[in-house]
C-alpha cells in the first residue's frame, strides 16, 4: 500500500496508512457481488455499521480498533493506552470460547481505581418524515416520500436514479446513491464487441471499470464536508480518513462520528468519484448525552473476560495471526475422516493470552427497543497485538433482567 495522503484539518496523524491506496483483499469480488445483491432491497448491508455487539452487520467499512479495513475491529485507537502499573499477577483460569478455540487470560499490573464516564445515544426522535423530505430535494433526489420495510425513502430503491433512504432503527442509518457519479456502474452492452475486445475505433474494454482517476484526497474529504453540510451536519463533529483500493476510480472517506472530541466506531462512509460523490451511508442521527457512568477498575473489567454475562469478545488479531489476513478456502474430501478408536481425547486447544496493557473506549450497545448505547468499555491489548473487549460499566448500571 501507498501512501497519497495529504494534510488535511480533522484527519489526525494515526489514519495516514488509512490514507493511501489499498490493495484490494482478495476476497474482495465476492464480498462487492454479495453486497450488491443486498443493496437491491434497501442498502441495509452498506448502511449498517460495524459493531460486534450489534447484530451481524457488514460494514465495512475498513478500519483497526477505531474503525478501518479489519472488519471486527471497534473502539478508538487514537486513545492513550493505559498500560499496567505494576503488582500482583493476575490469573483467570477459567477458558473462553472463540471462533478459534479456547484460552485463558493472565495480567499483572492492573489498575484497581473505579471511575466514571460518559455514555452517549442517536437522537433518533429529531429526524422526521418532513426532515428526510427536505434532505433528499437538497441532495437532488426526486420522488414522493415513501415507507416500506422499516425505512423512509425517496427515490427508486433499485438506484436506477438518485435515491436517498432512512432506516428506523437506532442511529437512522441513510444510504445515498447518485447513479451518474457511480464507478461500478456499467454502459448498455455492445453485441458487436467480443468479450475482451474492443469496440470499432475505441479502446481496450477492461470489465467496467472507469479510467478516471479517483479524486484526491483533500478534494475528496472536501466535497464530504460539503456533504455534511447538506445533512445538516457540522463538520467539525467529524474525523476525516480516506483510502483508495488499488486500481479503483473512487476515494473512500469516512467521517468518524465523535463524541465529546473521542472518535467513536461510527462514520458516514462517502464513495467519492472524479465527477462527484456517488454513494454514501451512515448514522443521520446525532449523538446525544446519556450522562455519566460508573465504571469498574480495569482489574474488575480483566476478571470480566472470563464471565459469559459480559460478552468479552476479540475485537483484532495479530498481524501475523491467519485469522486477521487470510482467506480459508475449503478442499473438497477425497476419502471419509478415519474412524476415531476406542477412549480418543477429544481436541481442545487452550492458547495462554497474556494481557499487557488496557484502555478505556466508547463501544455501542444495540437494545431491544432498537436503540444503541454508546457506553464505555475496555480494550485489553494482548502480547501478541491482538485486543479483546468488555463493557467497563458497572454492575449498577446494567439491566441484567432476561428479555422475553
Known amino acids: 500500500m501507498t501512501d497519497d495522503s495529504t494534510s488535511s484539518p480533522n484527519l489526525n496523524a494515526n489514519a495516514a496508512a488509512e490514507a493511501g491506496t489499498r490493495r484490494r483483499p482478495r476476497w474482495y469480488a465476492v464480498t462487492a457481488l454479495a453486497v450488491a445483491g443486498m443493496v437491491g432491497v434497501g442498502g441495509y448491508a452498506l448502511g449498517a455499521q460495524n459493531n460486534s455487539s450489534a447484530p451481524s452487520q457488514p460494514s465495512?467499512?475498513?478500519?483497526?480498533?477505531?474503525?478501518?479495513?479489519?472488519?471486527?475491529?471497534?473502539?478508538?485507537?487514537?486513545?492513550?493506552?493505559?498500560?499496567?502499573?505494576?503488582?500482583?499477577?493476575?490469573?483467570?483460569?477459567?477458558?473462553?470460547?472463540?471462533?478459534?478455540g479456547h484460552r485463558t487470560f493472565k495480567a499483572s499490573g492492573l489498575s484497581d481505581t473505579e471511575s466514571t464516564a460518559l455514555g452517549f445515544t442517536f437522537d433518533s426522535s429529531a429526524v422526521t418524515p418532513a426532515t428526510i423530505e427536505a434532505l433528499a430535494a437538497a441532495l437532488g433526489v426526486t420522488g414522493a416520500l415513501e415507507q416500506q420495510d422499516g425505512m423512509w425513502f425517496v427515490g427508486p430503491r433499485d438506484q436506477s436514479a438518485p435515491y436517498f433512504g432512512v432506516f428506523l432503527y437506532s442511529g437512522l442509518d441513510f444510504t445515498?446513491?447518485?447513479?451518474?457519479?457511480?464507478?461500478?456502474?456499467?454502459?448498455?452492452?455492445?453485441?458487436?464487441?467480443?468479450?475482451?475486445?474492443?469496440?470499432?475505433?475505441?479502446?481496450?474494454?477492461?470489465?467496467?471499470?472507469?479510467a478516471t482517476p479517483p479524486p484526491s484526497e483533500e478534494a475528496a474529504i472536501e466535497s464530504v464536508r460539503d456533504f455534511l453540510v447538506t445533512l445538516g451536519r457540522d463538520p467539525v463533529e467529524f474525523e476525516f480518513t480516506s483510502f483508495v483500493y488499488e486500481g479503483a476510480s473512487h476515494r473512500e472517506v469516512q467521517a468518524w462520528v465523535l463524541a465529546d472530541g473521542q472518535r467513536t466506531e461510527y462514520s458516514i462512509t462517502v464513495?467519492?468519484?472524479?465527477?462527484?460523490?456517488?454513494?454514501?451511508?451512515?448514522?443521520?442521527?446525532?449523538?446525544?448525552?446519556?450522562?455519566?457512568?460508573?465504571?469498574?477498575s480495569e482489574q474488575e473489567a480483566f476478571e470480566r473476560l472470563t464471565d459469559s454475562r459480559f460478552g468479552a469478545h476479540q475485537t483484532s488479531w495479530p498481524a501475523d495471526d491467519p485469522a486477521s489476513t487470510e482467506v480459508i478456502t475449503w478442499t473438497p474430501p477425497t476419502a471419509p475422516p478415519t474412524t476415531p478408536g476406542e477412549g480418543t481425547a477429544v481436541a481442545w486447544p487452550v492458547t495462554d493470552v497474556e494481557i499487557t496493557g488496557a484502555r478505556l473506549i466508547l463501544q455501542g450497545q444495540y437494545q431491544d427497543d432498537g436503540t444503541v448505547?454508546?457506553?464505555?468499555?475496555?480494550?485489553?491489548?494482548?502480547?501478541?497485538?491482538?485486543?479483546?473487549?468488555v463493557i467497563a460499566v458497572a454492575d449498577e448500571g446494567l439491566d441484567f433482567s432476561s428479555q422475553s
Not at 499496567?84 to 471462533?99: K, L, T
Not at 457519479?181 to 475505441?202: H, K, L, M, Q, R
Open 373 to 389: 448505547r454508546i457506553v464505555p468499555a475496555y480494550e485489553f491489548t494482548a502480547s501478541d497485538g491482538g485486543t479483546w473487549s
Open 271 to 296: 464513495s467519492v468519484a472524479g465527477s462527484g460523490i456517488a454513494s454514501a451511508y451512515g448514522p443521520l442521527a446525532e449523538l446525544v448525552s446519556l450522562g455519566e457512568y460508573s465504571v469498574v
Open 176 to 210: 445515498y446513491a447518485n447513479p451518474a457519479n457511480s464507478p461500478w456502474i456499467c454502459p448498455p452492452a455492445d453485441p458487436a464487441v467480443e468479450p475482451g475486445g474492443t469496440p470499432e475505433g475505441g479502446t481496450e474494454i477492461e470489465g467496467c471499470v472507469s
Open 60 to 100: 465495512a467499512a475498513p478500519g483497526d480498533v477505531a474503525g478501518g479495513p479489519a472488519p471486527v475491529a471497534r473502539g478508538n485507537s487514537d486513545a492513550p493506552a493505559i498500560t499496567p502499573q505494576g503488582g500482583a499477577e493476575s490469573m483467570q483460569s477459567s477458558m473462553v470460547p472463540g471462533f478459534f
